[in-house]
């Protein structure tokens, strides 16, 4: 929200008060607070019919500084609250002359009460990260009589911001203007469904808002050397994390928000869905389920979409009778083919469903303040909204869910969560503005721990479109409804990178595109790209997405990367394991990886998978296609050739290829089975090597290759000390026979317990 009319003025009777001078500071246990004036107090007479501004400061964990502004503290507290893991009290105070410092970690928040009001955070060599200046702690009203507390943090000469959730709008956020507001909008838009109230800096820092409702962001537009964030209260609590890398700053914050849960290894293979509105029953069902195994393409889970249920009744859990007449016997059926089962739901009741009747009668829907049901026709007609604030509800919905795990579905795509009414009363009392955004949290986290229930710890996972700040804990999301073309495909990634900087391990997109029916070419195109994602699904809105309907050499460009990326899984759920670890993504942005590369800072159509893959997708129907090297010797993993960077690279690549280059240094583990996700990954194992031609240091690498549990089954280490005697590579946990090659194909070697390469540094590069 802007407050401002250009520099000078306040718009049109807003009336605005900023934190000018410290008047006091009082020490606590590892904690301070200030009391802040809002104009210069030179006589006692200007103490009198003017505010304070508390402002306490203190660290919830190690690295981690919050700072709770507040105009009025009376305001009766009302949830939701996010919920954050603090450690206890991790700073400590230090008081020196007119200097007051909370140190934490690598972290100190500096206080000069000598001079103007204005904090600083300074990283462990002491230098600044970010501060706050003249204007950046105010409270403001408006004409309507809203009261909202203002936090500005300065930007850096060069400095850039990312994150806030899945956003669609540029990978930069620079210049924008976001509200920290659910909505169903799409990926051509500005509205999101996942909004995160936390952004990363180039600067190696970052900052969450700690409030579940509407957050307004001006990053760089209002004040364009400020990153304001605001919020109608009064009070405004936002916590500091430092880095002094991006990685470090997501291991903070998802320390404090919470870890993703680690998703079983067969949700990373293939998904196929019967798409939306088209027709489908189980003969259709078994068609695809047949055409994807006479093609030989590895299917993994399919998906059944709303029309599983009979119209009009969604959401009830039941089976059309008419369509499917036998559910339990198809589940089985489709089971003992290997698949896992998937089906849609979402947390609203339509009037006609049986369910409504029984769910007002129990009292469990979302009431108006007259006491009215909330409905509406929008979506499905006569619709009521589950309220999850109330355990007993959140307890019915979930024994409806234990109906159909019962049955044989195996995980849910847990739809919509975003079109929240702030016209309601909730069973728990809690603000209807904070519920809106927090709504998801408890749908999502209700489906995801009746699953973990039911189907045991690591065995759940859900395919989520809403999310708000903690919403990682609940893996998998993905981005939405689409458009069938090459820009909406850009448009998904730009969601996804955003995403993953704002804590997000996991996430995926519709193939093909949603809405419409893609053109072959983007079909093909986007068929690498999603099988280069942590998860993979076939999915449209009005026509199927199975692969043969957009022509043979659809089919075959499925059938490859589908199976490159079962042979991929080793290494993949190592990043997957790392993600549940330490918040890192398994998508990630490249500067996730090479922060000191000014080059990556912007970069928006290509990203590394995991530590040691980059992929930059196709946006092109011909092929042709733009993207950065970073430093080193990289070799594209499907042809062996090598490029020197750092640079950039122009290259024209067929429907079956894309640039995919190893990283130098890298020892990438293949698995040899080809049809599932979920095999014995140590069974006929690759290790392919990739030192740096180019490196004047010795190679020593290590990887370690998981179970399926994701705990270490072997860890595999490489080394060579520049002595000209190969390069060796040593089992460690394992005594099984290996096989070891360079990622060009030009040595390779297998054996048990210890393997050596010859000659691994012969460079072959071209520019």
């Known amino acids: 929200m802007k407050f401002t009319d250009g520099f000078w003025l306040m718009r049109d009777g807003v009336r605005a008060s900023y934190a000018t001078e410290v008047r006091d500071v009082r020490e606590g246990e590892g904690r301070f607070t200030a009391y802040a004036a809002v104009q210069r107090v030179r006589e006692r007479g200007d103490t009198l019919n003017s505010p304070l501004i508390t402002v306490e400061c203190f660290s919830p964990a190690e690295g981690v500084i919050g700072v709770r502004t507040t105009h009025h503290a009376g305001r009766a507290a009302r949830g939701p609250e996010f919920t954050v893991h603090a450690t206890g009290s991790a700073g400590h105070v230090v008081r ?3 200097v007051t410092e909370l140190v934490s970690g690598p972290l100190t928040l500096r206080l000069d009460t000598a001079g103007p009001w204005g904090p600083q955070f300074l990283d462990a060599d002491g230098r600044r990260l970010t501060g706050v200046e003249r204007r950046g702690t105010a409270f403001a009203t408006t004409p309507e009589g809203s009261h909202h507390m203002i936090g500005q943090l300065s930007l850096d000469v060069g400095e850039f911001i990312y994150g806030l959730g899945e956003r669609f709008t540029p990978y930069v956020k620079n210049g924008q203007s976001v509200d920290i507001w659910q909505a169903d909008g799409g990926t051509s838009s500005e509205q999101a469904y996942k909004n995160i109230p936390f952004h990363l800096s180039s600067r190696g820092y970052g900052v969450f808002v700690n409030h579940p409702g509407k957050v307004s962001y001006e990053i760089g537009s209002e004040a364009v050397g400020q990153v304001q964030f605001s919020v109608e209260d009064q009070s405004l609590e936002y916590y500091v994390i430092a880095g002094p890398t991006p990685k470090d700053v997501l291991r903070r914050y998802t320390a404090l928000t919470g870890r993703p849960a680690l998703p079983p290894a067969w949700s990373f293979g293939l998904w196929l869905t019967t798409s939306f509105c088209t027709p489908y029953d189980e003969e259709t069902v078994t068609s695809f389920v047949d055409g994807m195994a006479e093609r030989d393409i590895p299917l993994s889970v399919f998906h059944f979409d709303c029309f599983w249920m009979r119209e009009h009744q969604w959401t009830d859990f039941r089976w059309d009778p008419e369509v499917f007449p036998d559910p339990e016997g198809m589940l089985r059926r489709l089971r003992e083919r ?4 998937s089906v849609w739901i979402n947390p609203y009741i339509a009037q006609k469903s049986a369910l409504f009747e029984e769910a007002r009668a129990a009292g469990y829907l979302v009431r108006r303040p007259s006491g009215d049901i909330w409905q509406w026709d929008l979506w499905q007609p006569g619709m009521a909204l589950v309220d999850f604030t109330d355990p007993a509800a959140r307890e019915w919905y979930a024994d409806k ?91 998904s990634l730009r969601g996804g990178l955003s995403l993953s900087l704002s804590g997000f391990g996991f996430w995926s997109h519709d193939i093909g595109g949603f809405e419409g029916t893609p053109d072959p070419a983007v079909f093909k195109r986007w068929l690498a790209f999603g099988l280069l994602s942590s998860h993979s699904r076939l999915h449209g809105n009005v026509s199927y997405r199975v692969p043969w309907a957009f022509g043979d050499e659809a089919v075959d460009v499925a059938r490859k990367f589908t199976k490159l990326k079962h042979r991929l899984m080793p290494y993949l759920y190592g990043a997957a394991g790392e993600a549940h670890r330490t918040g890192v993504p398994v998508m990630r942005p490249m500067i996730l990886e090479f922060p000191d590369d000014p080059a990556c800072r912007t970069l928006d159509r290509q990203y590394m998978l995991g530590p040691d893959l980059l992929v930059a997708p196709v946006f092109t129907a011909g092929g042709e296609v733009e993207f950065y090297v970073p430093e080193g010797t990289w070799t594209h993993l499907l042809t062996g050739e090598s490029v020197r960077g750092p640079g ?22 293949l698995g040899a089975d080809e ?72 040595a390779s070697a297998h054996g048990v317990g210890e393997v050596t390469l010859p000659d691994v540094l012969t460079n072959r590069t071209t520019g």
């Not at 290997?338 to 089962?341: D, I, R, S």
């Not at 996700?677 to 069974?683: E, H, K, Q, V």
């Open 648 to 669: 950039w690279r122009r290259e024209t690549h067929g429907f079956d290829s894309l640039p995919l280059y190893v990283r130098p240094g890298a020892l990438l583990p």
């Open 401 to 491: 869910l234990r109906a159909l795990l019962d049955q044989g579905v195996d995980c849910f795509k847990t739809d919509f969560g975003e079109r929240v009414p702030t016209d309601v009363v909730w069973h728990d009392g809690a603000d209807p503005e904070r519920m809106h955004n927090y709504y998801t949290q408890l749908y999502n986290r209700t489906v995801f721990e009746v699953l973990e229930k039911e189907r045991g710890a690591g065995e759940a996972v859900l395919f989520a479109r809403s999310a708000t700040a903690g919403g990682q804990q609940f893996p998998v999301h993905w981005g939405g409804d689409c458009f069938a073309s090459l820009g909406a495909m850009a448009e």
């Open 675 to 746: 049809r599932r996700p979920d095999g014995d990954w140590l069974d006929g194992l690759t290790l392919l090597t990739a030192p740096d031609p180019g490196s004047e240091t010795a190679y020593d690498t290590e990887v370690t290759v998981p179970d399926l549990e994701g705990r270490p089954a072997a860890v595999f280490r490489a080394t060579r000390d520049g002595d000209g005697d190969g390069l060796k590579v040593l089992a460690l946990g394992s005594r099984r026979p290996f096989h070891v090659r360079t990622v060009d194909g030009r």
């Open 338 to 341: 290997g698949l896992k089962v």
């Open 96 to 98: 020196e002359g007119t």
